[in-house]
């Protein structure tokens, strides 16, 4: 005989998982035990949001499905707001989570699948994650584990990827199946989509090689490993422009230098998963004349707002190998030569902010340009190749996308960074996934004192896991974002509750068993990081603490 917990943990170990993301409670107590028995690391957290966020940043990096355990109830709910994020980034994800025993469990009734009236914990875990996932479900027989597990990874991969939730009550985790045939298929991993009919990626090729000013538009997905690697490949045979719209602020995102300018001159755009969202003015941002293609794995999407010329669902991976295949057949016509890659380019590397305007020290502070700019050049002198930069949402985290563009540019699958919900807070667990991923690697995460704020506790984790991160904050005592919007819409003198506490962050981190850094003057700036380089090359946390000017961040020209 074999128990539910015991099921789930070979059911992961056959679907090739080798770390699980956890913050532990009462309801998955056999679940524990079983994981620790088929040999799979779990990394423990101090916050069920911080462990969906690893889940998110390992499934990021590696292409893999990340998976996540919690715990029943307030532990599934407080999982939920990093579950949204995971889900606007199109991260794959399968969240495991505890759940209060449930009524005549296994039988074909009505109260089959009901928590027990009163029972510890017990919620509506499926209504509450359902519309934050692609797929919800609850078990409620323990022979079925396996194939509502195989069902999850699925659902996390396929389409547009995303997270996925699975709730485990916990008398289904300790009852007991027999072992024969209780079991996980062996692969759960995606099999190369099937290839489907090349005519109308021949004709979305045909449209991009006779436009004048061809431009492609991705989603968030595009700026994975292999796909990327992929459409960057097809892009540079055909000389049509790739834009990743992977950032709330859309092509206004400062790591996008002035490419929102290209828009309005495009002629022919084609939005490779790419959602008609408010980042492209739910297409009217494109001009009256411009033709519209789309590809996208979900058929809703495909003219949501507005109607395209070519639409095909389909996925991406299969996708991109099409066009790449239509784009070098024998019989097809030469790409013709163009200055408009070339234009684009030369708006995408200007950068949005001079440096040549005042950036020296006052007595508010470091200036945010200055602070990143050495963190750059520290970075590209100590070996930039082997870095993962991490940046967070916020106005901190803005500045630090608008001073490294070029090598969030050039590098995109390395990095990770702020996705189109807007999200905060995630530096933290993000880079202690990264370094966790990438263990050579020299891991960098940014962010301001609002949004480290959220996790910051997550600095024990880093260092009692043994992922020595380095944690820039820049720290103006403010909810800068709020801040400057208010004084904006309202007046010079108005911002309200938005007022933090100039912190020492870098005696916290000490605190938490890593090392801390002050810096308030601009000249201390370059020991301060060459130190925090040494201490985490050397396995220990490291956070720079900088004192910053409260600066409204940079952002492209508006198309």
Not at 29 to 53: C, F, M, N, P, Q
Not at 78 to 97: H, I
Not at 133 to 160: H, I, K, M, N, Y
């Given at each position: 005989?074999?128990?539910?917990?015991?099921?789930?943990?070979?059911?992961?170990?056959?679907?090739?998982?080798?770390?699980?993301?956890?913050?532990?409670?009462?309801?998955?107590?056999?679940?524990?035990?079983?994981?620790?028995?088929?040999?799979?690391?779990?990394?423990?957290?101090?916050?069920?949001?911080?462990?969906?966020?690893?889940?998110?940043?390992?499934?990021?990096?590696?292409?893999?499905?990340?998976?996540?355990?919690?715990?029943?109830?307030?532990?599934?709910?407080?999982?939920?707001?990093?579950?949204?994020?995971?889900?606007?980034?199109?991260?794959?994800?399968?969240?495991?989570?505890g759940h209060a025993p449930r009524e005549h469990v296994g039988a074909a009734t009505a109260?089959?699948?009901?928590?027990?009236?009163?029972?510890?914990?017990?919620?509506?875990?499926?209504?509450?994650?359902?519309?934050?996932?692609?797929?919800?479900?609850?078990?409620?027989?323990?022979?079925?584990?396996?194939?509502?597990?195989?069902?999850?990874?699925?659902?996390?991969?396929?389409?547009?990827?995303?997270?996925?939730?699975?709730?485990?009550?916990?008398?289904?985790?300790?009852?007991?199946?027999?072992?024969?045939?209780?079991?996980?298929?062996?692969?759960?991993?995606?099999?190369?989509?099937?290839?489907?009919?090349?005519?109308?990626?021949?004709?979305?090729?045909?449209?991009?090689?006779?436009?004048?000013?061809?431009?492609?538009?991705?989603?968030?997905?595009?700026?994975?490993?292999?796909?990327?690697?992929?459409?960057?490949?097809?892009?540079?045979?055909?000389?049509?422009?790739?834009?990743?719209?992977?950032?709330?602020?859309?092509?206004?995102?400062?790591?996008?230098?002035?490419?929102?300018?290209?828009?309005?001159?495009?002629?022919?755009?084609?939005?490779?998963?790419?959602?008609?969202?408010?980042?492209?003015?739910?297409?009217?941002?494109?001009?009256?004349?411009?033709?519209?293609?789309?590809?996208?794995?979900?058929?809703?999407?495909?003219?949501?707002?507005?109607?395209?010329?070519?639409?095909?669902?389909?996925?991406?991976?299969?996708?991109?190998?099409?066009?790449?295949?239509?784009?070098?057949?024998?019989?097809?016509?030469?790409?013709?030569?163009?200055?408009?890659?070339?234009?684009?380019?030369?708006?995408?590397?200007?950068?949005?902010?001079?440096?040549?305007?005042?950036?020296?020290?006052?007595?508010?502070?470091?200036?945010?340009?200055?602070?990143?700019?050495?963190?750059?050049?520290?970075?590209?002198?100590?070996?930039?190749?082997?870095?993962?930069?991490?940046?967070?949402?916020?106005?901190?985290?803005?500045?630090?996308?608008?001073?490294?563009?070029?090598?969030?540019?050039?590098?995109?699958?390395?990095?990770?960074?702020?996705?189109?919900?807007?999200?905060?807070?995630?530096?933290?667990?993000?880079?202690?996934?990264?370094?966790?991923?990438?263990?050579?690697?020299?891991?960098?995460?940014?962010?301001?004192?609002?949004?480290?704020?959220?996790?910051?506790?997550?600095?024990?984790?880093?260092?009692?896991?043994?992922?020595?991160?380095?944690?820039?904050?820049?720290?103006?005592?403010?909810?800068?974002?709020?801040?400057?919007?208010?004084?904006?819409?309202?007046?010079?003198?108005?911002?309200?509750?938005?007022?933090?506490?100039?912190?020492?962050?870098?005696?916290?981190?000490?605190?938490?068993?890593?090392?801390?850094?002050?810096?308030?003057?601009?000249?201390?700036?370059?020991?301060?990081?060459?130190?925090?380089?040494?201490?985490?090359?050397?396995?220990?946390?490291?956070?720079?603490?900088?004192?910053?000017?409260?600066?409204?961040?940079?952002?492209?020209?508006?198309?």
């Open positions: 005989m074999v128990n539910g917990a015991q099921l789930i943990a070979r059911g992961l170990v056959s679907a090739g998982v080798r770390r699980v993301f956890s913050l532990s409670g009462n309801q998955v107590l056999s679940l524990y035990e079983a994981l620790d028995r088929e040999g799979i690391a779990i990394t423990h957290t101090r916050h069920e949001g911080a462990a969906v966020h690893m889940a998110d940043a390992w499934a990021r990096l590696t292409g893999e499905v990340g998976v996540c355990l919690v715990t029943a109830g307030p532990g599934h709910a407080n999982a939920l707001g990093a579950l949204a994020m995971a889900e606007s980034g199109e991260s794959p994800l399968v969240l495991l989570s109260l089959s699948g009901q928590a027990k009236a009163g029972s510890f914990q017990a919620m509506d875990q499926v209504a509450l994650a359902r519309p934050l996932s692609r797929w919800a479900e609850v078990a409620t027989d323990a022979a079925q584990l396996p194939s509502l597990l195989q069902s999850a990874f699925a659902r996390a991969r396929c389409g547009r990827a995303g997270p996925v939730s699975l709730s485990l009550p916990v008398n289904v985790l300790e009852s007991t199946v027999p072992n024969e045939g209780a079991h996980m298929a062996a692969s759960t991993g995606p099999s190369d989509p099937p290839l489907q009919d090349a005519r109308p990626f021949r004709e979305i090729v045909a449209k991009l090689r006779a436009a004048a000013r061809p431009l492609i538009l991705a989603g968030p997905s595009a700026a994975r490993s292999s796909l990327h690697a992929a459409l960057v490949a097809f892009c540079t045979h055909t000389h049509v422009p790739l834009l990743v719209v992977d950032h709330p602020r859309g092509l206004t995102d400062p790591a996008l230098g002035r490419a929102a300018q290209a828009l309005p001159w495009a002629d022919t755009v084609l939005l490779f998963g790419k959602t008609q969202d408010y980042r492209i003015g739910y297409g009217a941002a494109l001009a009256g004349g411009c033709g519209l293609l789309q590809i996208d794995p979900v058929k809703e999407e495909i003219g949501r707002y507005r109607a395209p010329e070519i639409g095909i669902v389909a996925d991406l991976k299969a996708a991109v190998a099409q066009l790449i295949e239509a784009a070098h057949a024998p019989d097809a016509a030469p790409w013709p030569g163009s200055d408009w890659a070339a234009e684009v380019r030369e708006l995408v590397e200007t950068p949005v902010f001079s440096a040549s305007v005042e950036v020296g020290d006052t007595s508010d502070g470091i200036h945010p340009w200055r602070v990143l700019d050495m963190l750059a050049q520290v970075i590209d002198e100590r070996g930039g190749r082997e870095v993962c930069l991490v940046f967070d949402g916020g106005e901190f985290g803005q500045w630090a996308r608008a001073r490294l563009a070029a090598r969030l540019q050039r590098e995109a699958p390395r990095h990770l960074v702020n996705e189109p919900s807007g999200a905060i807070g995630y530096a933290v667990p993000f880079a202690i996934a990264a370094k966790l991923v990438r263990p050579a690697a020299t891991v960098v995460a940014v962010a301001g004192d609002g949004a480290f704020g959220f996790y910051a506790m997550e600095l024990e984790t880093a260092a009692r896991a043994g992922a020595p991160i380095l944690m820039v904050v820049g720290n103006d005592g403010a909810w800068g974002t709020e801040r400057h919007l208010q004084r904006a819409r309202y007046g010079p003198d108005r911002a309200v509750a938005t007022d933090l506490l100039p912190a020492r962050y870098d005696l916290l981190a000490q605190a938490l068993g890593g090392e801390g850094e002050l810096v308030t003057e601009g000249e201390s700036l370059r020991p301060a990081f060459e130190r925090a380089y040494a201490a985490v090359a050397a396995g220990r946390v490291c956070l720079v603490n900088a004192r910053i000017r409260s600066v409204a961040s940079p952002a492209g020209a508006p198309p």
